[in-house]
């Protein structure tokens, strides 16, 4: 496969903002930890099961769902992984880079890094944590896009035995003290572009070390005039890099000049030390730091291996990375899952700079990818994207939000093949349940029934819990609730939090899905987003779903908003694909897919909708957009 070539001048001078509009996920937060508190596991931060919190009560009965899914188990799929078969996921790591050694690990703006230059960097990044006084157990922050430095940062403080607090570079100070003080963290790794931020919120966090990098600093060895070019452009040109004043901080290149030159103390850590704090992205309220350890972690990706067999193993895959390093879908994706198979990744900083992605793109070619919903919408907009020869193409992955259905079948109609579901959440490290994966018939799919997301991952079970607090049958819809070696050990420092998610070892998931005969989930909607019409439940995912695909909506939200004859009606909020669309057309298409109490009430057509920076439209935003209005008027 080809290399990208040099870019032009303006190719790698992608904005701040650019550098990293990329997902993350979504959780709460949790409380300020002793700083001189010595290596942890996660066991001793929080129970992994508060069932303790919870009154004794009498057991629900089993439902008939439990283990039904085993019999549409694609062939060879195990019905449970070995979970022992890496000690840790530095094992892992040395493990995946020995083996592959001469292969490229990530490409970032044309520029690869080996597997072996990654196992290089990435100790010496260790060396010196610990020359720095790192401890195993403390909370090594990581401040990066999509870039080659994100990779190294992130095994380098694994080798050291620290664990990782990724963080999202596009934070505001307010979310960055909180998640810094939060965590604990005393050392931090931040691109320049976003060093300025840093400086505002580090007063009253316990930062010691700041590690500074820009975005060229890794692509290239020696005297590295390419990424010299690069940050020439970025700071005086293109004027990306504001000014900040950080005295005591250190170049990543420095850093690693002489982390190599000093010795490395390989750190004996274990499947139930912590590996990372993963705090959700705050769409339902606070920050909490899921407490993921790594056993946890490595479950999921040896679920996940189990689960694809040895369809990806034949060839050195290359999978194109537009999500995110640090959420903890493409963390675990396409960072650890496809480094298990040997594959390289193409990193993309901003994926809603469709244009720049398709520039990048014009040179490479790519076998797999995952994304998510309304970046696949985007890249479906493109004319350059839908011309693109896709013959190459094996697997397409989403998660983080629902699929639409309009778009999955644009998608199969432009690349002739399907794009498989999954569901997961940061709670579970993340992945929960894979729609089967069948590479020589992908493009058909027949396996998987509609709206599906899967079936439960190999040593998961998967349960839906009843408004009483029965179990659901076969059917019947109730949240969501998981048991597995991938669920987090609980929010760090949250026992409260912790104890409202955890009932009897079940973690309820906030999600209200549906299991068929065959053991296939669909999920029907968030608990908390659901929409109560005159005593009626309705479900925005499936107004979102009926209204995407009218041919001239681009982009659609719903939500409900207060009325005082039916408790609430529908509202959708829409971007426009056709200017001429009307309120009126767009809800007589919905009479016609909608029964009576479903049919949005109110439309209001928008420019643009709010999203996470991973693309999941935020609902909670335009609530709170709604209710600030209904404040108004009862004021006035």
Same mark, same amino acid.
């Not at 890496?86 to 044309?110: I, K, M, P, Q």
């Not at 946890?296 to 390093?325: C, D, H, M, R, S």
């Not at 929960?432 to 997301?453: F, K, R, T, Y």
């Given at each position: 496969?080809?290399?990208?070539?040099?870019?032009?001048?303006?190719?790698?001078?992608? !904005?701040?903002?650019?550098?990293?509009?990329?997902?993350?996920?979504?959780?709460?937060?949790?409380?300020?930890?002793?700083?001189?508190?010595?290596?942890?596991?996660?066991?001793?931060?929080?129970?992994?099961?508060?069932?303790?919190?919870?009154?004794?009560?009498?057991?629900?009965?089993?439902?008939?769902?439990?283990?039904?899914?085993?019999?549409?188990?694609?062939?060879?799929?195990?019905?449970?992984?070995?979970?022992?078969?890496?000690?840790?996921?530095?094992?892992?790591?040395?493990?995946?880079?020995?083996?592959?050694?001469?292969?490229? %690990?990530?490409?970032?703006?044309?520029?690869?890094?080996?597997?072996? %230059?990654?196992?290089?960097?990435?100790?010496?990044? %260790?060396?010196?944590?610990?020359?720095?006084?790192?401890?195993?157990?403390?909370?090594?922050?990581?401040?990066?896009?999509?870039?080659?430095?994100?990779?190294?940062?992130?095994?380098?403080?694994?080798?050291?035995?620290?664990?990782?607090?990724?963080?999202?570079? $596009?934070?505001?100070?307010?979310?960055?003290?909180?998640?810094?003080?939060?965590?604990?963290?005393?050392?931090?790794?931040?691109?320049?572009?976003?060093?300025?931020?840093?400086?505002?919120?580090?007063?009253?966090?316990?930062?010691?070390?700041?590690?500074?990098?820009?975005?060229?600093?890794?692509?290239?060895?020696?005297? +590295?005039? @390419?990424?010299?070019?690069?940050?020439?452009?970025?700071?005086?040109?293109?004027?990306?890099?504001?000014?900040?004043?950080?005295?005591?901080?250190?170049?990543?290149?420095?850093?690693?000049?002489?982390?190599?030159?000093?010795?490395?103390?390989?750190?004996?850590?274990?499947?139930?030390?912590?590996?990372?704090?993963?705090?959700?992205?705050?769409?339902?309220?606070?920050?909490?730091?899921?407490?993921?350890?790594?056993?946890?972690?490595?479950?999921?990706?040896?679920?996940?291996?189990?689960?694809?067999?040895?369809?990806?193993?034949?060839?050195?895959?290359?999978?194109?990375?537009?999500?995110?390093?640090?959420?903890?879908?493409?963390?675990?994706?396409?960072?650890?899952?496809?480094?298990?198979?040997?594959?390289? +990744?193409?990193?993309?900083?901003?994926? =809603?700079?469709?244009? =720049?992605?398709? @520039? $990048?793109?014009?040179?490479?070619?790519?076998?797999?990818?995952?994304?998510?919903?309304?970046?696949?919408?985007?890249?479906?907009?493109?004319?350059?994207? =839908?011309?693109?020869?896709?013959?190459?193409? @094996?697997?397409?992955?989403?998660?983080?939000?629902?699929?639409?259905?309009?778009?999955?079948?644009?998608?199969?109609?432009?690349?002739?093949?399907?794009?498989?579901?999954?569901?997961?959440?940061?709670?579970? !490290?993340?992945?929960?349940?894979?729609?089967?994966?069948?590479?020589?018939?992908?493009?058909?799919?027949?396996?998987?029934?509609?709206?599906?997301?899967?079936?439960?991952?190999? !040593?998961?079970?998967?349960?839906?819990?009843?408004?009483?607090?029965?179990?659901?049958?076969?059917?019947?819809?109730?949240?969501?609730?998981?048991?597995?070696?991938?669920?987090?050990?609980?929010?760090?420092?949250?026992?409260?939090?912790?104890?409202?998610?955890?009932?009897?070892?079940?973690?309820?998931?906030?999600?209200?899905?549906?299991?068929?005969?065959?053991?296939?989930? =669909?999920?029907?909607?968030?608990?908390?987003?659901?929409?109560?019409?005159?005593?009626?439940?309705?479900?925005? +995912?499936?107004?979102?779903?009926?209204?995407?695909?009218?041919?001239?909506?681009?982009?659609?939200?719903?939500?409900?908003?207060?009325?005082?004859?039916?408790?609430?009606?529908? @509202?959708?909020?829409?971007?426009?694909?056709?200017?001429?669309?009307?309120?009126?057309?767009?809800?007589?298409?919905?009479?016609?897919?909608?029964?009576?109490?479903?049919?949005?009430?109110?439309?209001?057509?928008?420019?643009?909708?709010?999203? !996470?920076?991973?693309?999941?439209?935020?609902?909670?935003?335009?609530?709170?957009?709604?209710? %600030?209005?209904?404040?108004?008027?009862?004021?006035?």
């Amino acid at each position: 496969m080809s290399e990208t070539p040099r870019p032009d001048p303006a190719s790698p001078a992608e !904005s701040a903002a650019q550098l990293a509009a990329a997902p993350e996920p979504a959780a709460p937060e949790s409380a300020l930890p002793r700083p001189d508190t010595p290596r942890m596991a996660a066991s001793e931060v929080a129970p992994s099961q508060p069932a303790a919190a919870q009154p004794a009560a009498p057991q629900p009965a089993a439902p008939n769902t439990d283990g039904i899914w085993y019999a549409s188990y694609p062939p060879g799929v195990p019905h449970e992984i070995d979970a022992g078969q890496y000690a840790s996921l530095t094992h892992f790591f040395d493990d995946c880079t020995a083996r592959f050694r001469e292969r490229v %690990a990530y490409v970032s703006a044309g520029s690869p890094m080996t597997y072996g %230059a990654l196992a290089r960097k990435a100790t010496a990044f %260790a060396s010196w944590l610990q020359g720095a006084g790192v401890q195993p157990g403390e909370r090594v922050a990581i401040m990066l896009p999509n870039t080659l430095q994100y990779p190294v940062a992130l095994f380098g403080a694994l080798k050291a035995g620290a664990v990782v607090v990724n963080v999202n570079p $596009l934070y505001t100070v307010r979310e960055l003290v909180h998640q810094l003080k939060d965590s604990g963290a005393q050392t931090i790794v931040v691109l320049e572009n976003f060093a300025a931020t840093l400086e505002a919120a580090l007063p009253g966090t316990q930062v010691q070390r700041v590690v500074v990098t820009a975005l060229g600093d890794l692509l290239g060895e020696g005297l +590295n005039l @390419k990424g010299r070019f690069i940050n020439f452009m970025l700071r005086h040109v293109k004027k990306m890099v504001p000014p900040y004043r950080l005295p005591h901080a250190m170049r990543l290149v420095d850093v690693l000049a002489q982390g190599a030159r000093a010795p490395h103390a390989p750190v004996a850590t274990h499947a139930d030390d912590l590996a990372f704090l993963q705090y959700t992205g705050g769409t339902t309220g606070v920050a909490k730091g899921a407490m993921l350890t790594h056993g946890t972690v490595l479950a999921n990706v040896l679920q996940a291996k189990a689960w694809l067999g040895k369809q990806l193993e034949a060839t050195a895959e290359t999978v194109l990375t537009p999500l995110p390093l640090y959420h903890i879908y493409a963390l675990a994706i396409n960072a650890l899952i496809f480094m298990a198979l040997g594959g390289r +990744n193409i990193l993309i900083a901003n994926p =809603r700079d469709v244009p =720049r992605v398709m @520039k $990048l793109l014009r040179h490479e070619t790519f076998s797999c990818v995952s994304a998510v919903n309304t970046l696949y919408s985007a890249l479906l907009d493109n004319e350059e994207f =839908r011309q693109r020869d896709f013959s190459g193409l @094996k697997l397409a992955m989403a998660g983080g939000m629902a699929m639409q259905k309009a778009v999955a079948d644009r998608f199969r109609a432009v690349t002739g093949k399907s794009i498989v579901e999954g569901y997961g959440l940061t709670e579970c !490290s993340p992945i929960v349940s894979m729609n089967p994966v069948d590479l020589e018939h992908l493009a058909a799919n027949q396996a998987c029934p509609e709206g599906s997301i899967g079936l439960p991952a190999p !040593s998961t079970q998967v349960r839906f819990r009843k408004d009483d607090g029965t179990w659901a049958n076969i059917g019947e819809a109730g949240e969501l609730c998981v048991k597995g070696p991938q669920v987090m050990r609980g929010y760090w420092n949250r026992p409260d939090e912790t104890a409202k998610v955890f009932v009897d070892g079940w973690l309820a998931t906030g999600d209200i899905g549906i299991m068929d005969a065959r053991g296939f989930i =669909r999920l029907i909607d968030r608990k908390k987003d659901m929409i109560l019409v005159s005593g009626f439940n309705v479900y925005p +995912n499936e107004i979102e779903d009926v209204v995407a695909m009218h041919p001239g909506v681009r982009e659609v939200a719903a939500i409900g908003v207060p009325d005082p004859v039916q408790g609430e009606r529908v @509202k959708v909020f829409v971007v426009r694909r056709d200017p001429a669309l009307t309120e009126d057309a767009l809800i007589q298409f919905c009479r016609q897919q909608l029964t009576g109490y479903k049919v949005p009430r109110l439309v209001e057509f928008r420019d643009s909708l709010p999203q !996470s920076n991973i693309g999941k439209i935020l609902r909670r935003e335009l609530r709170n957009e709604e209710i %600030a209005k209904t404040g108004k008027k009862s004021q006035t």
